[in-house]
């Protein structure tokens, strides 16, 4: 197959907002409008008994939030359609964030009643950091919310990028009437529909045509004409240059949960947003187009299918295809191993696929072998960049409630954590810590052992401030620090040394007694060297 042609034919972004924006319903209509599956299911509704198609986990069906990102793919218009679902919970940023490293750009969600919330700041800051093109789809226009102009203040003062409106509402909450496209000149209206896709597009050359108070009342089309001039004067024009640099952001409304404006929104993404182009390795810079395949690990998952204990590494292709059955090369291992059934995903629907291609996202059967940021080329030492562990805030010590399942502890406990639900640190040779950013990690965590593993365990809190990963070219110096602060001190699981400050007073003293160590916050620093 023609490599540029099917490379150009990919859309890879991730759907990421505040927990409760109407994300895991947005990716559902995507999936809808892509044909790949037949009615939505609300994620909360209590009526309608099928959950949300991407939230595949026994907890997310239980609490009605996503707490893994999920995979989905779809053909759309002659598009290879990629959506990576992430959580929007506080408590799984890093899982979120590891994600926006695999994909092209990113379709942000902000709730219209609620506006930017924290979250979305912080996602945000990691899109500028990659320089990730932003869409943005302010969302529930049914309801009763902030004025539209607020919300674009809003979003250009906190996320701290230029916005555009490609469509705009008319009204909202009880009197919304749909929505003017001004990328294509259409109106759009309204209609209550949440599982089918409807169609009620009257095209519209000229806003000043009397034929359109046949459709909306006088009062709303006078409004609707000052609000287009308005948009035209102040808000820059569209350029898609400047979208594909990360500098600006097209802003859609509508209603997820109704179906409504999430065509527009798909149709003009796939014409603007971008295909896979180039990637930053810490050796060079890699090219889609390149014939040698290349790409990374960004996420584990154990146990996706419950009835077979089984671990996926998700892998993220950059150049080149992937062949099913080739031998790569594992740059970290140093070694060439081979898949036989690489696989694509429907959430958790899977299937086997022969040969994928840069923006793909598949799955690979792993026996242990893969961590996350692994790298796999045809033979270069590659490494490619950017998936560090962040130090944890909260710590606390496993403690096992039953001995007979030490082994099913023990293994559990290493796969889970391998795969980013938490961070693993063994001290003293035995004792398990366990680090996370948010207290709901725990309760996964508990409820995977249980449900995955049949096995029992309890957290002891524990007094740490913060954990700072150690290095430091004075041998006599480190090896002294760790041999005082031997009660501080665990390894990760690379067996890096790492220091439990229990207060910020404590790490200043540290800093000022050991001056030739440095103490990071990231795991970073093993590929790009000692800041």
């Known amino acids: 197959m023609d490599l540029i042609k099917e490379t150009a034919r990919r859309k890879t972004f991730a759907i990421i907002s505040h927990p409760d924006a109407g994300k895991t319903t947005l990716t559902e209509k995507f999936l809808l409008f892509g044909g790949a599956i037949q009615t939505a299911g609300a994620v909360k509704s209590n009526k309608i008994r099928k959950t949300a198609t991407s939230d595949f986990m026994e907890i997310e069906k239980q609490r009605g939030i996503s707490v893994a990102t999920s995979v989905m793919g779809f053909e759309f218009t002659g598009k290879r359609v990629n959506i990576l679902d992430t959580p929007g919970h506080k408590d799984f940023a890093e899982d979120t964030y590891r994600t926006l490293t695999a994909v092209d750009s990113v379709i942000l969600v902000v709730d219209c009643v609620k506006g930017v919330e924290e979250q979305t700041e912080k996602l945000m800051e990691v899109c500028r950091m990659r320089h990730t093109p932003v869409i943005i789809f302010i969302n529930k226009m049914d309801r009763e919310g902030r004025n539209p102009f607020e919300l674009l203040d809003e979003l250009e003062a906190k996320l701290q990028i230029n916005v555009r409106p490609l469509t705009w509402p008319i009204s909202q909450g009880q009197s919304f009437k749909g929505v003017y496209n001004l990328y294509k000149k259409g109106l759009n209206l309204f209609e209550a529909n949440t599982t089918k896709i409807s169609e009620?597009?009257?095209?519209?050359?000229?806003?000043?045509?009397?034929?359109?108070?046949?459709?909306?009342?006088?009062?709303?089309?006078?409004?609707?004409?000052?609000?287009?001039?308005?948009?035209?004067?102040?808000?820059?024009?569209?350029?898609?240059?400047?979208?594909?640099?990360?500098?600006l952001a097209p802003v859609f409304f509508g209603s997820a949960i109704n179906n409504f404006g999430v065509k527009e929104l798909l149709e003009t993404f796939l014409t603007v947003a971008p295909s896979p182009d180039e990637r930053e390795a810490a050796e060079r810079i890699?090219?889609?187009?390149?014939?040698?395949?290349?790409?990374?690990?960004?996420?584990?998952?154990?146990?996706?299918?419950?009835?077979?204990?089984?671990?996926?590494?998700?892998?993220?292709?950059?150049?080149?295809?992937?062949?099913?059955?080739?031998?790569?090369?594992?740059?970290?291992?140093?070694?060439?191993?081979?898949?036989?059934?690489?696989?694509?995903?429907?959430?958790?629907?899977?299937?086997?696929?022969?040969?994928?291609?840069?923006?793909?996202v598949i799955g690979l059967y792993d026996n242990g072998s893969l961590k996350i940021g692994d790298t796999l080329t045809e033979g270069e030492e590659l490494h490619f960049r950017g998936i560090p562990s962040f130090s944890p805030e909260i710590f606390k010590a496993l403690e096992n409630r039953d001995p007979m399942k030490a082994k099913q502890l023990d293994?559990?406990?290493?796969?889970?954590?391998?795969?980013?639900?938490?961070?693993?640190?063994?001290?003293?040779?035995?004792?398990?810590?366990?680090?996370?950013?948010?207290?709901?990690?725990?309760?996964?965590?508990?409820?995977?052992?249980?449900?995955?593993?049949?096995?029992?365990?309890?957290?002891?809190?524990?007094?740490?401030?913060?954990?700072?990963?150690?290095?430091?070219?004075?041998?006599?110096?480190?090896?002294?620090?760790?041999?005082?602060?031997?009660?501080?001190?665990?390894?990760?699981?690379?067996?890096?040394?790492?220091?439990?400050?229990?207060?910020?007073?404590?790490?200043?003293?540290?800093?000022?007694?050991?001056?030739?160590?440095?103490?990071?916050?990231?795991?970073?620093?093993?590929?790009?060297?000692?800041k």
Not at 220 to 232: G, N, P, Q, T, Y
Not at 324 to 350: C, D, G, V, W
Not at 449 to 455: C, F, M, N, P, T
Request: glycine share 6%.
């Open 200 to 247: 009620s597009i009257i095209k519209v050359s000229d806003l000043n045509d009397p034929e359109l108070e046949k459709w909306i009342p006088e009062s709303f089309c006078r409004k609707l004409r000052e609000d287009i001039a308005l948009i035209e004067g102040v808000y820059e024009p569209f350029h898609e240059e400047t979208y594909r640099d990360g500098l």
């Open 286 to 360: 890699v090219r889609a187009s390149e014939p040698a395949m290349s790409g990374f690990v960004f996420k584990i998952h154990a146990n996706l299918d419950p009835n077979h204990r089984d671990r996926t590494a998700f892998f993220r292709i950059c150049s080149g295809s992937f062949e099913r059955n080739k031998f790569y090369y594992h740059t970290r291992l140093q070694k060439k191993i081979r898949f036989s059934s690489p696989t694509q995903f429907m959430a958790n629907e899977k299937s086997v696929v022969d040969e994928s291609f840069p923006g793909d």
């Open 411 to 530: 293994k559990g406990i290493r796969q889970l954590t391998e795969e980013g639900v938490a961070q693993l640190f063994i001290q003293h040779g035995a004792r398990k810590i366990i680090g996370t950013v948010g207290e709901l990690q725990f309760d996964v965590i508990k409820f995977r052992l249980e449900h995955e593993y049949g096995a029992q365990c309890d957290f002891t809190p524990l007094r740490f401030h913060k954990a700072f990963w150690i290095t430091g070219s004075n041998k006599e110096m480190l090896d002294e620090f760790l041999r005082r602060k031997w009660n501080a001190i665990a390894l990760d699981k690379e067996d890096h040394p790492v220091f439990f400050a229990e207060s910020e007073w404590m790490m200043k003293t540290a800093r000022e007694d050991y001056p030739d160590l440095e103490f990071h916050t990231t795991s970073e620093f093993k590929t790009e060297g000692s």
